[in-house]
T-cell receptor, first 109, second 113 residues
Framework: DQQVKQNSPSLSVQEGRISILNCDYTNSMFDYFLWYKKYPAEGPTFLISISSIKDKNEDGRFTVFLNKSAKHLSLHIVPSQPGDSAVYFCAAYNNDMRFGAGTRLTVKP | GAGVSQSPRYKVAKRGQDVALRCDPISGHVSLFWYQQALGQGPEFLTYFQNEAQLDKSGLPSDRFFAERPEGSVSTLKIQRTQQEDSAVYLC???????????FGSGTRLTVV
């Protein structure tokens, strides 16, 4: 049962442009959402989170948007940098944390 | 230590062999989680400890999987009679509270041949 879905397995953007990573979920009981970033041969690293009572959270170049009515969240990275190239996992929490399958972001110089 | 440490980094097991995977969480982190990540997939929840108590083991795929954290710090995930479908990266994560951002280890890549 895939409760958290990342429908784009990969995304490629030019350095300096905006990267938008999308995530959909099915369980309306999720009350906390997170994005993790993963480099090869390393574990996922926590990036940014948002509570279900908010619709936006910003941290430097990273902004997460939450649309509860659409059960959709997105991660915006602007401006994108080559070092942002990694796999990004969306995660949602209610009693335990569920992860999407990930989106591989490639930022080209 | 500064981060979550997992060992071994890589493990090749013959089908039917028992394996034990170790996780050393961040000191003081009460919550500890095990996840299984198959190739091309996101991490899938296996089990959760609060201190030494295993509060949720609903994600363990079969009774061949067993986890323990006897003193509330180091945890071991044991897989008995390994099968090929057990091949995956096993991630351990810890956090101060159950909610919030977890700190993950680098994982143990298990290959069953």
């Amino acid at each position: 049962d895939q409760q958290v879905k990342q429908n784009s397995p990969s995304l490629s953007v030019q350095e300096g442009r905006i990267s938008i990573l999308n995530c959909d979920y099915t369980n309306s009981m999720f009350d906390y959402f997170l994005w993790y970033k993963k480099y090869p041969a390393e574990g996922p690293t926590f990036l940014i989170s948002i509570s279900s009572i908010k619709d936006k959270n910003e941290d430097g170049r990273f902004t997460v948007f939450l649309n509860k009515s659409a059960k959709h969240l997105s991660l915006h990275i602007v401006p994108s940098q080559p070092g942002d190239s990694a796999v990004y996992f969306c995660a949602a929490y209610n009693n335990d944390m569920r992860f999407g399958a990930g989106t591989r972001l490639t930022v080209k110089p | 230590g500064a981060g979550v440490s997992q060992s071994p980094r890589y493990k090749v097991a013959k089908r039917g062999q028992d394996v034990a995977l170790r996780c050393d969480p961040i000191s003081g982190h009460v919550s500890l989680f095990w996840y299984q990540q198959a190739l091309g997939q996101g991490p899938e929840f296996l089990t959760y400890f609060q201190n030494e108590a295993q509060l949720d083991k609903s994600g363990l795929p079969s009774d061949r999987f067993f986890a323990e954290r006897p003193e509330g710090s180091v945890s071991t995930l044991k897989i008995q009679r390994t099968q090929q479908e057990d091949s995956a990266v096993y991630l351990c994560a810890s956090s101060l509270v159950k909610e919030g951002g977890y700190t993950f280890g680098s994982g143990t890549r298990l290959t069953v041949v």
